[in-house]
């Protein structure tokens, strides 16, 4: 589970119950709760038996394709989607259909170019009837076939925040999202 959340010029990025925070402008990844300690890097790279130089670079990548900014060890793409979570042969025809367009246009990258190429390969009906939209999936580079959703979090309702985010983590954050007006 991944979420994404812009808040003011920082970026917020959910991850394996961590939270993890930078600077829209400078693209430097620290954890969210303000503790970036080293000795906090070494544990989490002694748990994850890595070292704490790959640990730093596998978050940062998953971080920073979840945030849609390049990078060399982790990518990005955006999927039609069926929400509804099932499909069937005709639907799942649609939506080739639809990501053909996206990598004939090569616009895998661009979620508003994606939302447009939905519109316009398929009529408003079908997209309301089956749930169908666009979102991110983020994956090791070269390796498409494991690839994980990464949501933004204005798609998600403050429930469904709740329930991928624990309480802990989300009270823990330094830049936080204000429910203004929610």
């Given amino acids: 589970m991944i979420v994404e959340e812009q808040v003011g010029s920082f970026v917020n990025v959910y991850v394996g119950g961590m939270v993890f925070t930078a600077d829209g402008n400078q693209h430097g990844w620290q954890f969210g709760d303000g503790d970036d300690s080293p000795e906090r890097w070494a544990s989490?790279?002694?748990?994850?038996?890595?070292?704490?130089?790959?640990?730093?670079?596998?978050?940062?990548?998953?971080?920073?394709?979840?945030?849609?900014?390049?990078?060399?060890?982790?990518?990005?793409?955006?999927?039609?989607v069926c929400q509804e979570g099932t499909t069937n042969v005709m639907l799942q025809e649609m939506m080739d259909s639809v990501t053909e367009a996206i990598d004939r246009n090569k616009a895998s990258q661009d979620r508003e170019q994606c939302q447009q190429l939905l519109r316009r390969t398929l009529s408003l009906g079908v997209v309301r009837m089956y749930g169908l939209g666009i979102r991110k999936y983020i994956f090791p580079v070269g390796k498409a076939e494991k690839k994980t959703?990464?949501?933004?979090?204005e798609e998600l309702t403050p429930y469904h925040f709740e329930c991928l985010v624990p309480e802990k983590v989300r009270q823990s954050v330094v830049h936080q999202y204000q429910e203004v007006g929610r």
């Fill in 44 to 80: 989490l790279a002694k748990q994850k038996g890595m070292t704490v130089d790959d640990c730093r670079r596998h978050y940062q990548g998953i971080c920073n394709a979840a945030a849609g900014w390049l990078d060399d060890v982790w990518t990005f793409r955006y999927e039609v």
């Fill in 149 to 153: 959703i990464a949501y933004q979090r």
